[in-house]
C-alpha cells in the first residue's frame, strides 16, 4: 500500500506564496508519476502540475510563471511553489502518484488534500 500525505496549505493574501509537500511512503518500487491537481468547489477536479519520467513537467496553462514543481526523489517527495497567488487558486489541492508497487501491481494513489485560500 502507498499512502501520500500533503502538508503547506493555508491562507494567505493575494499576491502572496505557499508551499506545498507530498511526501509518498509505503511499499513503493518506483513512481512512474507524480504531482499536482486541485478542485474548487463546484468546479471538476484539474491538473495544476505533474512530473512523469518523460520530459519536463506539465503545467496548467493558469499556473504557468506562478508555481514551480520540484521534486527530491531519494525522498520520494513533490513540492509546489505557489507565488503570485490570486483568489482564482483558492482549491483543495491535492497529491497525485502514479506507482509501481513492490508486488508488482501499478496503482493511483491520492493524497486527502490541503486547504489553499487566496483572500483578495
Known amino acids: 500500500q502507498v499512502q501520500l500525505v500533503e502538508s503547506g496549505g493555508g491562507l494567505v493574501q493575494a499576491g502572496g506564496s505557499l508551499r506545498l509537500s507530498c511526501a509518498a511512503s509505503?511499499?513503493?518500487?518506483?513512481?512512474?508519476?507524480m504531482g499536482w491537481y486541485r478542485q474548487a468547489p463546484g468546479k471538476q477536479r484539474e491538473l495544476v502540475a505533474r512530473?512523469?519520467?518523460?520530459?519536463?513537467?506539465k503545467y496548467a496553462d493558469s499556473v504557468k510563471g506562478r508555481f514551480t514543481i520540484s521534486r527530491d526523489d531519494a525522498k520520494n517527495t513533490v513540492y509546489l511553489q505557489m507565488n503570485s497567488l490570486k483568489p482564482e487558486d483558492t482549491a483543495v489541492y491535492y497529491c497525485?502518484?502514479?506507482?509501481?508497487?513492490?508486488?508488482?501491481?501499478?496503482?493511483?494513489?491520492w493524497g486527502q488534500g490541503t486547504q489553499v485560500t487566496v483572500s483578495s
Open positions: 512530473f512523469t519520467n518523460y520530459g519536463s513537467p
Open positions: 497525485n502518484a502514479d506507482v509501481w508497487v513492490l508486488a508488482g501491481t501499478q496503482g493511483d494513489y
Open positions: 509505503g511499499s513503493i518500487f518506483s513512481i512512474n508519476a
